[in-house]
């Protein structure tokens, strides 16, 4: 039963944490891009599709901490220090991907949504040959600091903590450093 659990806890991880993390990584620049193009609808379909699979996946990312204590209740490791440390790594992972990375990324995709939406909406009515346009994109909104550069770049940030977190425990469950189960 334990290469049984062993084994899920492993492809949850692989396939629940991997895309996250490549997600998540892909979603600043994609915005940026977005950002530098406003005309173009490509690049904010990017960064919607990018949020999404990092919310699917965050959820489904929850199986990997229930397989993980359940292999180690098996093996009998559940008072070992690297599984301890593990499992604070994990949580703080959670907790940045769940308070720092996926609300930051939900206000930039939402508000470059709303940016396209409005754009198009000017430009469809044959109003004012554009300048309504430059109006709504440049005028001082609660979502213009989310629509920035800098709001990118604090992403990456987070976004890097995150997937070092995950690399550390990934580390963690490889060498297991103290552990009388073997590696």
């Keep these: 039963m334990t290469k049984f659990l062993l084994a899920v806890h492993v492809l949850a991880a692989i396939v629940a944490i991997g895309p996250v993390t490549v997600a998540a990584s892909m979603f600043p620049p994609a915005a940026r891009r977005a950002l530098a193009s406003p005309e173009d609808p490509r690049p904010v379909e990017t960064v919607l599709l990018l949020l999404r699979i990092c919310r699917v996946y965050a959820v489904v990312g929850v199986a990997v901490p229930v397989f993980g204590f ?29 308070a720092l990375v996926l609300p930051r990324q939900t206000a930039m995709a939402e508000a470059l949504e709303e940016r396209r939406v409005a754009e198009g909406t000017d430009g469809a009515d044959g109003g004012d040959g ?20 800098r709001a990118t770049v604090r992403l990456a940030m987070f976004t890097g903590q995150f997937n070092l977190l ?18």
């Design 70 to 98: 359940a292999t180690a209740k098996n093996m009998g490791v559940l008072g070992d220090t690297w599984l301890i440390v593990s499992i604070v790594l994990t949580a703080l992972a959670a907790v940045v991907l769940v």
């Design 130 to 149: 554009g300048a309504a346009t430059t109006t709504a994109v440049t005028a001082p909104t609660a979502a213009a600091p989310t629509l920035s550069p």
């Design 166 to 183: 995950w690399a550390a425990v990934t580390v963690l469950m490889i060498v297991r450093p103290g552990s009388t189960t073997g590696a």
